[in-house]
Antibody, heavy 128, light 107 residues
Framework: QAQLQESGPGQVRPSQTLSLTCTVSGGSVSTGDYYWSWVRQSPGKGLEWIGYIFYSGSTYYNPSLKSRLTMSVDTSKDQFSLTLTSVTAADTAVYFC????????????????????WGKGTAVTVSS | DIQMTQFPSTLSASAGDRVTITCRASQTISNCMAWFQQKPGEAPKLLIYDASSLQSGVPSSFSGSGSGTEFTLTIASLQPDDFATYYCQQYYYYPWTFGQGTKVEIK
């Protein structure tokens, strides 16, 4: 069974860049069966899906974060990463990485995906 | 974005009770609905996907139903380990969105 583990700084200064990495064990990011996602949770906004990346590097970002967000994948290390620029207090949250597996299939749009395996989360505080 | 409205926001129940949580989507999402359980300090845990498919390892006391815009999560007989917060999430439209949560607490 795959396991995911987030890592990164617990505190970031306002206007700086937040970088987080998710390491996958017991599986590989290179399998074409999954997308690799990020979700965050803050008291004020609840659970918010950030976006996902495929092993090929193709991405989909939440439009609310798209202008500040970059995701990348390192297949040699079985890791994927998130970079969020120009952070503010509103970016303070617990950040989770999650694996998204194939769900039902639509002949017009292809597969839908659901998040089945999650990391334990890492708390990030934006503060000077 | 698709708005997911869950109700009730808090539910007080006793062990052994049958409980039902409802989630309504602002637009039809076919059966692209997942339900998660979250306990304090932990990650969300997948219970149900595709509206009614039980995730491997999840007790059969959990069930999901619905399609289109209205969905329910039912716990047939509440166990002590089931007191937690439950979230619905749609994955039909981007961006994926979550409900605001239903806290199931001890009566």
């Amino acid at each position: 069974q795959a396991q995911l583990q987030e890592s990164g700084p617990g505190q970031v200064r306002p206007s700086q860049t937040l970088s987080l990495t998710c390491t996958v064990s017991g599986g590989s990011v290179s399998t074409g069966d999954y997308y690799w996602s990020w979700v965050r949770q803050s008291p004020g906004k609840g659970l918010e899906w950030i976006g996902y990346i495929f092993y090929s590097g193709s991405t989909y970002y939440n439009p609310s974060l798209k202008s500040r967000l970059t995701m990348s994948v390192d297949t040699s290390k079985d890791q994927f990463s998130l970079t969020l620029t120009s952070v503010t207090a509103a970016d303070t949250a617990v950040y989770f990485c999650a694996r998204a597996a194939k769900a039902s299939y639509n002949i017009l749009t292809g597969y839908y995906y659901y998040m089945d395996v999650w990391g334990k989360g890492t708390a990030v505080t934006v503060s000077s | 974005d698709i708005q997911m409205t869950q109700f009730p926001s808090t539910l007080s129940a006793s062990a052994g009770d049958r409980v039902t949580i409802t989630c309504r989507a602002s637009q039809t999402i076919s059966n692209c609905m997942a339900w998660f359980q979250q306990k304090p300090g932990e990650a969300p845990k997948l219970l149900i996907y595709d509206a009614s498919s039980l995730q491997s390892g999840v007790p059969s006391s959990f069930s999901g139903s619905g399609s289109g815009t209205e969905f329910t999560l039912t716990i047939a007989s509440l166990q002590p380990d089931d007191f937690a917060t439950y979230y619905c999430q749609q994955y039909y439209y981007y961006p994926w969105t979550f409900g605001q949560g239903t806290k199931v607490e001890i009566k």
